[in-house]
């Protein structure tokens, strides 16, 4: 018994040796973790929660990232945001429901802002530093009075400036700066739907909401009242060359006032575009220049565009429409006084049947021949060549022509060309001479075009 418990005891004190070396060792090795967690500051492992102050924990490794301090700066107010929108979101039926990664999107961009509302106040409460793993603590907070008052100033100035740009743009609608109005008018909607998609508490959303139908209405009310002041008939007067002035035509309803700033355009309904297009803007002046008028009348529409983005459009009345035309407008040509002169020694009868081809296209130009009033305009034909009978008492015409058109009054030439020679066999010299005029022109693709080109520029 005395050798077994001899035994039993030196099992004992060997057993003791080596648990009390072994939690010696293990003492050694772990002492700086269990150091560095009794030092740790509470906030560290669990975030302060108060009812008079949002907090926020940013914690970053510090080989990682040489701006650590930063970075765990933005981690900690992005958290104490993350705590507002849950508490606006909680609290608000107004607020926008937010897909995962456009809450992301939304925090980050509200942390990112240098003027922030949400966070104009925040604090740095605390930082540690846990050296074993070189990872850096810190600790911000942001007072909840003091965030309430901030959102209250906020909206009370967002609130004053949107007033202030509705004002001004009803002024310069009074004063006929239309585009100018319309303009700020889609800026403040567009701003206060940047401002409603962000987080808004529920008094604020309502505010916001408010502004914006005003902004609406405003601009709805003005393009209701953008009005066309045109006669049906509008006579032009050639040799006065007197311009339509676009910006004439468009009025406020409310004032008569002229407005200024919008797209203009035509719609010709009785007349073809020859050469060039009608989009006036800047309120140019609109000439008659490119017109064919059908029976010295030519009837067009005037249309005037509010600019406005196409989602501004789709918040506006159905009823209320950002293209607004006029009635149709009868141009009435007064014509020049032309005269037709053959230049030439060619003999034959029946002369004005050479002039047959250039009157109608003078006419379709709405500048047709008037002979009891002083010449305003020679057109001026010049044949040359012969014009030979032939057997079975035909007559063929070998001919060129020259064509100039003489502004009388003010004694120069507006257009010459020469057109090809011809050769035309016909019973009737007169018809033959006609003909060959006809196929001369017909084979200059080039003269109709600067032919009436020539004569609209008359127009301006």
Not at 32 to 43: C, E, M, N
Request: hydrophobic share 40%; net charge neutral.
């Amino acid at each position: 018994m005395s050798k077994n418990w001899k035994i039993l005891r030196i099992i004992i004190k060997t057993t003791k040796a080596f648990f009390t070396l072994g939690c010696l060792f293990f003492s050694v090795l772990q002492g700086p973790v269990f150091g560095q967690l009794k030092k740790a500051p509470t906030w560290v492992h669990e975030v302060p929660i108060t009812g008079d102050a949002f907090y926020g924990v940013g914690t970053v490794n510090m080989k990682d990232y040489p701006e650590y301090r930063a970075k765990a700066r933005k981690q900690a107010l992005k958290e104490i945001v993350e705590k507002i929108f849950v508490s606006i979101s909680s609290s608000s039926s107004l607020t926008t429901t937010y897909k995962d990664e456009e809450v992301d999107y939304l925090l980050n961009e509200t942390v990112s802002l240098a003027s922030s509302n949400f966070l104009m106040g925040h604090r740095k409460m605390s930082e540690w530093i846990d050296k074993r793993k070189n990872t850096y603590y810190v600790l911000f907070s942001l007072d909840r009075a003091t965030y309430k008052e901030n959102r209250k100033e906020y909206f009370k100035s967002f609130e004053t400036v949107i007033e202030l740009i509705q004002k001004e743009a009803k002024d310069l609608f009074e004063e006929g700066e239309i585009a100018r109005s319309t303009r700020k008018l889609s800026q403040s909607i567009d701003r206060l739907d940047k401002e409603i998609n962000r987080i808004v508490e529920p008094e604020y959303s309502i505010l916001l909401q408010k502004l914006r139908l005003e902004s609406i209405y405003e601009l709805e009310r003005q393009i209701d009242q953008i009005a066309f002041n045109v006669e049906r008939n509008y006579e032009f007067d050639a040799t006065d060359r007197k311009p339509l002035v676009i910006e004439n035509f468009l009025v406020s309803k409310s004032n008569g006032v002229a407005l200024n700033g919008l797209n203009l355009s035509l719609n010709v309904i009785q007349g073809d575009v020859f050469r060039y297009s009608f989009n006036h803007e800047n309120y140019e002046a609109l000439s008659i220049y490119g017109l064919f008028p059908q029976k010295g009348v030519a009837v067009i529409q005037i249309i005037a565009e509010v600019a406005l983005e196409s989602s501004i459009k789709k918040l506006l009345n159905p009823a209320v429409r950002s293209t607004i035309e006029s009635r149709p407008i009868a141009i009435k040509f007064n014509p020049y006084n032309i005269q037709f002169v053959i230049n030439s020694d060619t003999s034959f009868d029946k002369k004005e049947q050479l002039f047959d081809y250039l009157r109608v296209i003078t006419t379709d130009l709405g500048i047709t021949e008037v002979k009891d009033k002083p010449t305003d305009l020679q057109i001026i034909l010049k044949p040359i060549g012969n014009v030979k009978k032939q057997s079975r008492g035909y007559y063929r015409s070998d001919l060129s022509f020259e064509v100039n058109v003489l502004d009388v009054k003010n004694n120069r030439n507006v257009f010459e060309y020469a057109l090809p020679r011809t050769s035309v066999k016909e019973k009737n010299p007169n018809v033959a001479v006609s003909e060959s005029f006809k196929a001369a022109a017909n084979q200059s693709g080039e003269f109709l075009q600067e032919f009436v080109t020539a004569l609209c520029v008359l127009h301006f």
